[in-house]
């Protein structure tokens, strides 16, 4: 299977700040990644797909990048609904695997 | 408005089973490749299950293959997943998940199985 990293493991910010988080693949998985957002009981909201098309409806803050085996999601300046969460996920195959999460919380 | 809503969780005593069912609105559920997907509490998300649009094709994760089954009724607008010999590792939020272009794009609010003595 393809395994996933993610760091940090947790990013203390504030609203204001620009923020980055690197995903790693195992191998190769060219553009099929996605990065969903979490909130504490709550379901993961998708927010980008194929590395770096932003889903409908998801602010323009938020953009990824990269391709092959190293991904960056960033948030150009944090809001205050931004402290979550965030996975990344590769789909190169059909078992998908996560990464393990970053949680961005306020500084 | 795509709805995805979970149903069948509960409390179960491990070597148990328990059946989860997804109801589905909003969407032509049967143009649509769905998924099943666990959170352990406090943990990250483990894809559990793939079908098909049609059902022909399905696929597991190994730490569930041999004792979850997953199917779908068309007609009805329904995912399911039948779980089997559960173990108290099985102890997890689990969702239904659409797929779309690829990518799981649509999640259920998810049922909490647990599994305990």
């Known amino acids: 299977d393809i395994q996933m990293t993610q760091s940090p493991s947790t990013l203390s910010a504030s609203v204001g700040d620009r923020v980055t988080i690197t995903c790693r693949a195992s191998q190769s998985i060219s553009s099929w990644l996605a990065w969903y957002q979490q909130k504490p009981g709550k379901a993961p909201k998708l927010l980008i797909y194929k590395a770096s098309s932003l889903e409908s409806g998801v602010p323009s803050r938020f953009s990824g990048s990269g391709s092959g085996t190293e991904f960056t999601l960033t948030i150009s300046s944090l809001q205050p609904d931004d402290f979550a969460t965030y996975y990344c996920?590769?789909?190169?195959?059909?078992?998908?695997?996560f990464g393990p999460g970053t949680k961005v919380d306020i500084k | 408005e795509v709805q995805l809503v979970e149903s069948g969780g509960g409390l179960v005593q491990p070597g148990g089973s328990l059946r989860l069912s997804c109801a589905a609105s909003?969407?032509?559920?049967?143009?649509?490749?769905m998924n099943w997907v666990r959170q352990a509490p406090g943990k990250g998300l483990e894809w559990v299950s793939y079908?098909?649009?049609?059902?022909?094709?399905?696929y597991y994760a190994d730490s569930v293959k041999g004792r979850f089954t997953i199917s779908r009724d068309n007609a009805k607008n329904s995912l399911y997943l039948q779980m089997n010999s559960l173990r108290a590792e099985d102890t997890a939020v689990y969702y239904c998940a659409r797929k779309s272009r690829g990518v799981i794009d649509y999640w259920g609010q998810g049922t909490l199985v647990t599994v305990s003595s």
């Open positions: 996920q590769q789909y190169n195959s059909y078992r998908f695997t």
């Open positions: 079908i098909s649009s049609s059902g022909s094709t399905i």
């Open positions: 909003g969407f032509t559920f049967s143009s649509y490749e």
